[in-house]
């Protein structure tokens, strides 16, 4: 080993060295309780990095761990060094600190300052997906860290390329899903100087991020991601931002300057993750499902947290949602938010004298609009362990379209979804049976997540699950968004099943003979309403165009046929493009929507 203080010396492949100033920052994230019964198990080597067991000791002042990145240099970058100092690249640098976080995808596009970094990752294992936008880029990768615990990467460029990925980073942040973004910036040297694409990205990041910082050199690349990949995933996670200057990308650093701490798995600690969206992260469904069955309570799921306990489980009144809130005494939330969905637990919604018992991992979220009758600050895990039809008639319309597809849906399947009256209606009658099997546009209600969400679950999938399948059910509108990454699906032959429920408009559009009287009367864009779109668009040649299925269905017979064909064929992905009634629309509410429209 090398001296302390020194680097690592020649037998550095034998361990790596992290400065016990380092590990002394871990101490204020965890609760002194929690830190008191893990400190032991530190001692005694029971808590171990997410990849193998390693044997911690105290050595020259320094912690010990046992096992370290073997750096796969190109022989340009080895043979740059003098005598035995072999060199690498800050790209390579980067890559090594991602995989030895257990990083294992990335999604972005390349381009001037990033694109070595896409390959130094790739040739170090990391799965890379090169999409069309970085919007969709930065929600497939919020959704990795969503169904596997550990954070995707969203690689961007400098300027608009970040730009395009902060609606990525609130989206993520919204929904408390882990997500690393990735951005290259203008060289040092030109700062101020209106280099190319120059940006004040960290800045801007902050808005949308738990953390947001620019190393200061490539030798601390490493420490910068480590504290990136752990804000992202202690606590409330969320998305967190690491700027990279472009003449860092390819600088030469010996390796004997590099000091790259491990990766702790969150989950030796207990995993301290919210929501009943969260109690789908938190991997409690267990425990939550004995307390509902021991005490016998009714449960309603929020648009993410179902499947935690099934949909079709004796105690769910999904079915009968406004009754339930409006007439419960007492309500206990796990992890649930007194937001929008919920709204806000305010009267007529609620009775005023109702009483919230809430239980939450963030402090800053317990009595938001509502004050609970009693708190209780902790994991959910922990806190629980301790204590509509179908229509015959043509065209179709939204129920008929999901009663058919709910025969079908294979019970593992995930179910992504997004659009206005196709979400609303589709959380009620599609049915999840599985918990972190449901996307959709989540708590910041965010359009044009759905086909970036699909991929990343097909990639998901593909590595842990091979032949389950995504669904991915979209409004037509909500198509639009994000419609060409059909070309990323294809290119990575990912079987996804798309379903576009078409209505020919935002809510509700036209036929194509009113759509052609309309247009006698002047120019669309003064006589066609703003919710309308072109009725009868072909989507599914969409998916033609690049090689997968392309089904057009008008009768319940047909889209029988057709989803029955496209879950039976696992080689290539699928579009159904469902034609439904223009004006068809959700059954009538008892109240009105919190966003409400005179339209």
């Known amino acids: 080993m090398g001296k302390p203080g020194r680097g690592l010396g020649p037998d550095w492949r034998q361990g790596v060295h992290v400065p016990a100033a380092r590990t002394r920052t871990l101490a204020p994230l965890l609760p002194a309780q929690r830190l008191a019964a893990v400190l032991p198990a530190v001692r005694s080597g029971g808590l171990h990095p997410a990849r193998g067991r390693p044997r911690v000791s105290s050595a020259g002042g320094r912690l010990r761990v046992p096992w370290a990145p073997t750096w796969e240099m190109s022989n340009s970058s080895a043979e740059r060094g003098d005598g035995n100092e072999k060199q690498v690249s800050g790209a390579e640098v980067i890559a090594q600190a991602l995989k030895t976080q257990d990083v294992g995808y990335m999604f972005g596009i390349v381009g001037i300052p990033v694109t070595e970094v896409a390959a130094a990752a790739q040739k170090l294992g990391i799965r890379y997906v090169g999409m069309r936008n970085e919007q969709a880029a930065c929600y497939a ?3 990795i860290g969503y169904l596997t615990g550990r954070p995707g990467v969203c690689l961007v460029v400098s300027g608009p390329g970040l730009i395009h990925a902060l609606g990525g980073m609130a989206n993520a942040n919204m929904n408390c899903w882990p997500l690393i973004v990735i951005g290259g910036s203008s060289e040092r040297s030109q700062e101020t100087m209106g280099a190319f694409q120059e940006f004040p990205q960290v800045e801007a990041c902050r808005l949308y991020s738990k953390f947001s910082a620019r190393p200061s050199s490539v030798e601390a690349i490493p420490s910068i991601i480590e504290k990136a990949v752990r804000s992202s995933i202690y606590g409330r996670p969320g998305a967190c931002y690491v700027d990279i200057p472009a003449d860092f990308v390819n600088l030469p650093v010996n390796v004997n300057s590099i000091t790259v701490p ?10 301290t993750f919210p929501l009943l969206t969260g109690a789908a992260y938190a991997r409690a469904e267990e425990s939550i499902r004995k307390l509902v069955e021991q005490c016998k309570l009714p449960f309603l799921p929020t648009p993410m947290g179902k499947g935690v306990i099934p949909d079709n489980h004796p105690n769910c009144v999904g079915a009968a949602r406004s009754r339930a809130l409006q007439f419960a005494d007492v309500i206990v939330l796990f992890g649930a938010r007194l937001n929008w969905i919920l709204h806000f637990g305010l009267p007529p919604r609620y009775q005023p004298d109702v009483k919230f018992i809430q239980v939450d991992i963030c402090a800053e979220e317990l009595g938001n609009n509502v004050k609970p009758a009693v708190t209780l600050l902790g994991d959910i895990n922990a806190v629980t362990k301790q204590e509509l039809a179908s229509k015959k008639s043509l065209p179709m319309n939204y129920y008929t379209v999901f009663y058919h597809v709910q025969e079908q849906l294979p019970t593992d399947c995930f179910v992504v979804s997004e659009g206005a009256n196709t979400m609303d209606i589709g959380r009620t009658v599609l049915q999840n049976y599985l918990p972190r099997h449901r996307l959709d546009a989540g708590t910041f209600g965010t359009m044009g997540v759905g086909l970036g969400f699909a991929i990343a679950a097909a990639l998901v999938a593909k590595d842990r699950s091979p032949g389950q399948r995504v669904i991915c059910v979209e409004g037509d509108s909500a198509f639009g968004f994000s419609g060409m990454e059909v070309e990323t699906i294809c ?17 509700q559009g036209f036929d194509t003979n009113t759509w052609k009287e309309m247009l006698t009367f002047g120019d669309a864009t003064t006589v066609a309403p703003p919710v309308s779109l072109l009725p009868n668009s072909h989507y599914e040649q969409v998916m033609t165009a690049f090689g997968g299925k392309g089904y057009f269905v008008q009768t319940p017979e047909e889209l029988q046929k057709s989803l029955r064909q496209s ?8 579009l159904i493009n469902v034609m439904i009634e223009p004006q068809a629309t959700r059954k009538a509410q008892d109240f009105h929507w919190l966003t409400r429209s005179n339209m």
């Open 491 to 507: 290119r990575y032959n990912l079987p996804i099943v798309l379903l576009v429920v078409n209505n020919n408009g935002i809510y």
């Open 567 to 574: 879950l039976a064929d696992t080689t290539k992905p699928s």
């Open 141 to 143: 990768a919020s959704v």
């Open 262 to 271: 491990g990766a702790w798995s969150i989950t030796t600690l207990s995993d």
